[in-house]
């Protein structure tokens, strides 16, 4: 049975976290061939102040350059 975590930063909705899940439950399903119901999908929500990416605060990247995307 494929476990698959994700990790995002918060703020996704609800909508957007079950259109994930499903796409990534459909994609399972057609490359490993298992069923649905053997697919789990876990989301964690991390602040981007508990998220570094090369030494650095994602919510530092966040406040030197508004709108700088990061992972």
Do not use: H
């Not at 494929?2 to 990790?7: A, D, G, L």
């Not at 957007?16 to 899940?21: H, L, S, V």
């Not at 994609?27 to 053997?38: F, P, Q």
Request: glycine residues 8%; proline residues 4%.
């Amino acid at each position: 049975m494929p476990i698959i975590n994700v990790q995002l930063f918060e703020g996704r909705t609800v909508e957007q976290k079950r259109a994930y899940a499903k796409a990534l439950t459909e994609a399972s399903v057609a490359i490993l061939g298992c069923s649905a119901s053997a697919v789990d999908v876990i989301f964690t929500d991390v602040k981007k102040s508990d998220w570094a990416s090369g030494g650095t605060l994602c919510s530092d990247n966040e406040q030197a350059a508004p709108g700088a995307s990061a992972p």
